[in-house]
């Protein structure tokens, strides 16, 4: 795993949207499409917001896969991640070739999760974009995660830390407001991807931080499992990395 310090988290979103940018291009001139993943919440919003700002992406040929969604909410409230997507990315960018959402009211969670399965299956992912929970967990896949499924969309259920955590970032009033399942993308799915870059900037991720990088590979931390992929960055502010060894 390639690991990338800036002073602030401005620097680090922008020097992550930029791989992935460059990475994007490379792609479609390559295959003539692109398909990726992007994450949500507070950690993404320099990322996304220079990532939204680069030139000469053709967004026509990029296919967007979503990490995850709360069972239970639907797509205009506040919290939902869905909305965040569309305004924050697909509303700035103009029109996707395709963009395949867990549209959690569209059946029941197994239905939801059988119809996304089938749709990336079709798609491999070129760049995933992502972060890393206070807890360590890897899209919604709470510790200890699951490390063996194979199927790429999941039904799982939301620990306490990450409950709080969503409703400290401001998303919620009140932790018993944050749903207690989700729809998330599962661990070995995520890891299919051929590039994985993070960002994870703010103190409140620098346990995790630390775990992600210097621990062994547990689903007690979820991230970690990373240190097993062939083409991962993350890219983390001076806050992030305070507790690493070493420079």
């Known amino acids: 795993m390639q690991v990338f310090k800036s002073p602030n988290k401005r620097e680090s979103g922008q020097k992550a949207a930029a791989q992935g940018a460059a990475l994007i291009k490379k792609t ?121 499924t194979e199927v790429p969309y999941i039904v799982v259920d939301l620990d306490e830390d990450c409950r709080k955590q969503q409703m400290g970032e401001g998303w919620f009033p009140t932790i018993d407001d944050v749903p207690r399942q989700a729809i998330s993308m599962g661990i070995r799915q995520i890891c299919k991807s051929k590039t994985i870059i993070l960002t994870v900037p703010d103190d409140r991720k620098a346990q995790a931080v630390k775990g992600t990088l210097e621990g062994q590979v547990s689903n007690l931390v979820p991230a970690s499992i990373l240190q097993n992929h062939d083409d991962t960055s993350i890219y983390l502010d001076a806050e992030s990395a305070s507790l690493l060894s070493g420079d």
């Open 28 to 148: 479609i001139a390559a295959k003539g499409t692109a398909n990726i993943i992007l994450a949500t919440g507070a950690s993404q919003f320099e990322m996304l917001g220079a990532l939204t700002a680069t030139e000469a992406i053709d967004w026509s040929a990029v296919t967007l896969f979503h990490l995850d969604e709360y069972i239970g909410l639907d797509d205009q409230h506040p919290a939902s991640f869905r909305k965040y997507l569309r305004e924050r990315f697909e509303a700035k960018v103009g029109p996707l070739k395709n963009a395949f959402y867990v549209e959690t009211e569209s059946g029941t969670p197994e239905e939801v999760c059988q119809t996304l399965n089938e749709q990336i299956q079709a798609h491999p992912i070129d760049i995933c974009f992502a972060g890393i929970g206070e807890n360590g967990h890897l899209a919604f896949n709470d510790p200890p995660a699951d490390f063996d």
